[in-house]
């Protein structure tokens, strides 16, 4: 019998909410696959293959699907699949018996993560530490302006073109919800992790309060009210097993086979109902735990994935989580409608030291939708982080040219705290309009001096005839301004007016 490496040892007592073990089996190679690098339309979707094209990313191994012949076999042995993993070369098996685990003698299997049986005990509503109050706060435009969202709103960038996954615990009624009847053409599919089908409105309101900050219309706008969206369900609030964090690999894949260009996760794990499985502070290094190496495998194949810093500030945990810790990964914290530091937002560095939060967004007095089709408020970086996404998929739209990292470069170099990031801010709030900006304003421009507050401008030929105008936004100070470059080579002069400051300055565009 070949020997068989097993990750994690079986809990001394095991209880189940349906009687079943599951495992997770990893595989040790795709041997006699059926599919090729030469076809890759038959296992990922038009959108993905044409933004691999795009940013010059390979399809690789990773891509190809889970052998055929390694999963009928394992069927054959008795096992139920439950999900697969081609990023991890595995599948999610499960099996009422105990010692059929034991019994297998497969060549081609090259480790086995047990994660027992267990029994749901958990009530809905204790996984997030939420909590919610029913005032309302109308169109939710604070937590927009407070990004540069309405500006960005206004000249028509509402996340046109891109498509974000939501991974959570369900959308309880997005299906039925006035909030989200205009967004139902824009979601593009729907598919269960946890109970393997594709109903996902049937479950936590978690996601449907997630997703109304980024895509409702009505009562309240969310901040990505155009972009399209996969609602994918990975997470069992019945429950906290490291086996939540390979559904959500499983998810990850689908969506980037399915053409999503941002990930929204407002999830995260340490420490689990069984102790063996928990993790440490120390595995905290965004390439440890299974969610974060499949954070950052999405990463590399073009996917801005934004996770929630989490909800653990005041208690003894106290840093972010897991897949949080990845260094790709953008990061979101929370603060209030003030814009102050919401206490219970999770504090970084990662256990690398590397920057977290990234970022940060209103998730305390956060305007989200009810399962009764009213408006309340929530307490979260669950919120902060979709509100985020939105905006990501705003700035992404109107700049569907650039790179994952040019974009999240320019998300960082926006903020309020850039040149001083820390552990509870991370680099600050974002101006995504000044992000937008820094994308496109291209043609530089010294002025002399130091400027850290937002510029009006207005360019004129040199006999008079007005070129462009509007409003630069600066969080950070400046020695030169950036505008989009004139189309045709001549002499300009550009006027600037701010706060106890204006300029006129002439200027030459050469060919």
């Not at 958990?122 to 909590?131: D, H, T």
């Not at 003030?338 to 920057?355: H, I, Q, V």
């Amino acid at each position: 019998m070949r020997k068989m490496l097993v990750l994690l040892l079986l809990p001394s007592v095991l209880l189940g909410q349906d009687g079943a073990f599951r495992y997770f089996i990893s595989f040790t190679d795709k041997a006699n696959t059926t599919f090729s690098f030469n076809f890759p339309e038959e296992y990922l979707s038009p959108k993905t293959i044409s933004k691999r094209q795009k940013f010059s990313i390979a399809i690789d191994s990773t891509d190809l699907p889970v052998s055929s012949l390694y999963i009928n076999d394992l069927k054959s042995a008795g096992f139920v699949i439950e999900n697969t993993s081609k990023w991890f070369n595995g599948v999610i098996v499960s099996t009422y018996d105990s010692l059929l685990m034991s019994s297998l003698n497969y060549i081609f299997i090259d480790s086995v993560v047990a994660f027992g049986s267990w029994q749901n005990t958990k009530k809905i509503g204790e996984k997030w530490k939420l909590s919610y109050d029913a005032s309302d706060y109308g169109l939710a435009f604070n937590q927009l302006q407070m990004l540069g969202g309405d500006v960005m709103h206004s000249k028509g960038f509402k996340g046109n073109g891109i498509t974000i996954a939501v991974l959570d615990a369900g959308f309880y009624k997005v299906d039925e919800l006035d909030l989200f009847s205009d967004l139902q053409n824009q979601i593009l599919s729907t598919y269960d992790f946890v109970d393997g089908n594709s109903n996902v409105y049937d479950d936590h309101t978690h996601g449907m309060m997630v997703l109304s900050t980024m895509g409702a219309k009505g009562a309240m706008m969310g901040t990505a009210p155009d972009a399209q969206y996969l609602l994918l369900r990975s997470e069992d609030v019945f429950s906290e097993n490291l086996i939540e964090e390979f559904m959500w690999v499983c998810a990850a894949e689908y969506a980037d086979s399915a053409g999503a260009d941002i990930i929204n996760s407002s999830l995260g794990y340490t420490t689990f109902d069984d102790t063996l499985q928990n993790h440490t502070y120390a595995d905290m290094d965004g390439k440890t735990t299974p969610i974060s190496i499949g954070a950052g495998m999405a990463s590399d194949k073009g996917i801005i994935v934004v996770n929630s810093a989490g909800n653990s500030g005041n208690s003894s945990w106290h840093y972010i989580g897991a897949p949080a810790d990845n260094y790709d990964v953008l990061t979101v914290g929370a603060v209030d409608e003030n814009e102050e530091f919401a206490s219970f937002s999770s504090y970084g560095p990662n256990a690398s030291g590397a920057e977290k939060p990234n970022v940060v967004a209103q998730g305390k007095n956060t305007v989200v939708a009810n399962s009764d089709n009213t408006v309340i408020t929530g307490n979260g970086t669950s919120f902060s982080s979709p509100i985020t996404a939105g905006m990501v998929a705003c700035l992404w739209g109107a700049n569907p040219h650039k790179s994952a990292i040019s974009i999240k470069d320019a998300i960082y170099k926006s903020a309020d705290r850039y040149l001083n990031p820390d552990d509870q801010f991370g680099y600050g709030i974002p101006d995504y309009y000044s992000a937008y900006q820094y994308l496109n304003y291209d043609f530089t421009i010294p002025i002399n001096t130091s400027i850290s507050e937002d510029v009006s401008y207005t360019i004129y030929t040199v006999d008079g005839k007005l070129i462009d105008s509007g409003i630069l936004y600066y969080n950070n100070k400046q020695d030169v301004i950036k505008i989009i470059k004139p189309k045709t080579a001549g002499v300009y002069i550009i006027h600037l007016i701010a706060a106890g400051f204006e300029l006129n300055k002439k200027f030459i565009v050469f060919e």
